[in-house]
């Protein structure tokens, strides 16, 4: 089984930039699509990007398309998300997931696509 450990969040002003690391345990990482998701306070947890096992596709929620970039390192067993020009919008805890099934064509955006989840980082924009 896929354990999911994040890192990278914390407190920061409106126009910064964060970047969040989820690693990986297990030998299987390569082999499924990766994605963040968040829980902004008071509200249902969305989808903000994914990239498939090899790296070919991104997907991002439009909020973030442009600001955010999602990437992975398979020799590191790492995926990353590196957010720019944050926004107080943006404030949530953010999750990083690993899809159920391996070798995804496309980026799922539903979280039921998804069967391992870290415990999430908070990632806090002030105005």
């Known amino acids: 089984q896929v354990r999911l450990f994040e890192s990278g969040g914390g407190l920061v002003q409106a126009g910064d930039s964060l970047r969040l690391s989820c690693a990986a345990s297990?030998?299987?990482?390569?082999?499924?699509?990766m994605a963040w998701f968040r829980q902004p306070p008071w509200r249902a947890q969305e989808f903000v990007a994914g990239i498939t096992s090899s790296g070919g596709i991104e997907d991002y929620a439009a909020s973030v398309k442009g600001r955010f970039t999602i990437s992975r390192d398979n020799a590191k067993n790492t995926v990353y998300l590196q957010m720019n020009s944050l926004k107080p919008e943006d404030t949530a805890t953010y999750y990083c997931?690993?899809?159920?099934?391996?070798?995804?064509?496309?980026?799922?955006?539903?979280?039921?696509?998804?069967?391992?989840w870290g415990q999430g980082t908070q990632v806090t924009v002030s105005s």
């Open positions: 997931a690993k899809s159920t099934l391996r070798d995804l064509a496309a980026v799922q955006t539903t979280g039921g696509a998804y069967d391992s």
């Open positions: 297990g030998r299987t990482f390569s082999s499924y699509t």
